[in-house]
């Protein structure tokens, strides 16, 4: 049985910092690219960030480009979603998300192993 579980969500600052972790079971993490997509009150679903099968491969939105860290440890299958200097406009529904191979999608069903979600607020 697959499943993607996130955790480490929660209410935070407008600066602060957040931690978010995706545990993986069920299939080969290892030989899959893993993404953060996230859904904001109103505004749909935004493609966060990815990572190639090794970790040494990242990619970012242009709004968190510098803030936010993807990260991976294939040993334990989980990645990992640094948040660095928290904005009210990153309060979103954060989710995990598995695909075979490299895609840049805010479409659900484009990914082929999909999270449950972890609540991030961002307010003061």
């Known amino acids: 049985q697959v499943q993607l579980v996130e955790s480490g969500g929660g209410l935070v600052q407008p600066g602060g910092s957040l931690r978010l972790s995706c545990a993986a079971s069920?299939?080969?993490?290892?030989?899959?690219?893993m993404y953060w997509v996230r859904q904001t009150p109103g505004k749909g679903l935004e493609w966060v960030s990815g990572i190639n099968y090794t970790g040494y491969g990242t990619l970012y939105a242009d709004s968190v480009q510098g803030r936010f860290t993807i990260s991976r440890d294939n040993a334990k299958n989980t990645l990992y979603l640094q948040m660095n200097s928290l904005k009210s406009e990153d309060t979103a529904v954060y989710y995990c998300?598995?695909?075979?191979?490299?895609?840049?999608?805010?479409?659900?069903?484009?990914?082929?192993?999909w999270g449950q979600g972890t609540q991030v607020t961002v307010s003061s």
């Open positions: 069920g299939f080969t993490f290892s030989s899959v690219w």
């Open positions: 998300a598995a695909r075979k191979n490299y895609i840049r999608s805010a479409v659900k069903d484009d990914y082929t192993y």
